[in-house]
């Protein structure tokens, strides 16, 4: 777990290994989310990034009978 401080200006640093693990780069966007004690912060990417994200996967699955309506 990596350790941050909040600057005067209430700026943070993102750790060196979290971006580089998340491809991060300057003057990208995140949506900031404030959830119980908790600060989450969530890259905005372009739709065109995930194009082809979902290939291969099966769309027919079995549903239970209890679950039939």
């Known amino acids: 777990m990596d350790t941050v401080k909040?600057?005067?200006k209430?700026?943070?640093v993102v750790p060196k290994?979290?971006?580089e693990k998340m491809s991060l780069h300057p003057?990208?966007?995140f949506e900031v989310i404030g959830f119980e004690e908790r600060i989450e912060l969530?890259?905005?990417r372009p739709m065109?990034?995930?194009r082809?994200?979902?290939k291969g996967f099966d769309p027919l699955f079995n549903r239970?009978?209890?679950d039939r309506v």
């Open 42 to 44: 969530i890259p905005i």
């Open 17 to 19: 290994r979290i971006r």
């Open 48 to 50: 065109s990034s995930v």
């Open 27 to 29: 003057g990208e966007m």
């Open 52 to 54: 082809g994200f979902l």
């Open 64 to 66: 239970d009978e209890r």
């Open 10 to 12: 209430y700026q943070i």
């Open 6 to 8: 909040l600057s005067p």
